[in-house]
């Protein structure tokens, strides 16, 4: 408690400092055999951000077997400021250790899904509610946002039937280098994603100088089409004006 307590009150600071609204985020969410709880975290999107977004991007990522990258990690406009590496570095997730001594969720489990994206589950994904959710889990240190949904659902469940002191403290030893990868892979996602959009500017400029240059040539060359035309319909009229060389 006193490690992250100091810690926790700057960061409730600085998103009332940064965007009007409360410092915590509360959303239900399924834990340990289906039951429902309020999760706890540090606000890091604007209020009353559109949640239909990450509904159609989870409902993709469930059914395309596509790595589960985030949406932030290219940009996200309900992002408040900061609010990409609060989420980047887990810090957002702070909070949940209230969770943790109320008995909802445990240091070291599965994510805790939401209800919308447990009413999409097949029974077999239902199975990693075996256990009680937690802060970090046998999924995050190995891959993350670079596996597939399908491959997050085989590492809960493993973890649910494999689970043991010995494996929690080497998945908690495990955390803080599998957080410096995410931030990693943010990093670069947002480097790749700004010189994309650079490139994409620069090609945009390029076309409209040299359509602006083209433009005059494009002009003169209409015109002597336009006057070549003009000049073979006057010739074919005056072929046809003219006496032919034999009377019939």
Known sequence: ???????????AAWVKLVSPGPALFRQE???HMGARFLCLKFRTMKVNADTTVHREHLNHLMTSNRPMKKLDSTGDSRLIPGGLWLRSLGIDELPQIINVLRGDMSLVGPRPSTAYEYELFQPRHRRRCETLPGLTGLWQVNGKNRTTFEKMMELDVTYCETKSLFLDLKILISTPFAILRQVWDVRASRKAASQISSENTGLITRLNHGGVQRAPVLAETG???ARGAVLTSAHRTSLRAAPGTTDI
Request: overall charge neutral; cysteine-free.
């Open 1 to 11: 408690m006193p490690l992250w307590l100091p810690l926790g009150i700057l960061i």
């Open 223 to 225: 015109h002597e089409i």
């Open 29 to 31: 969410r399924i834990g």
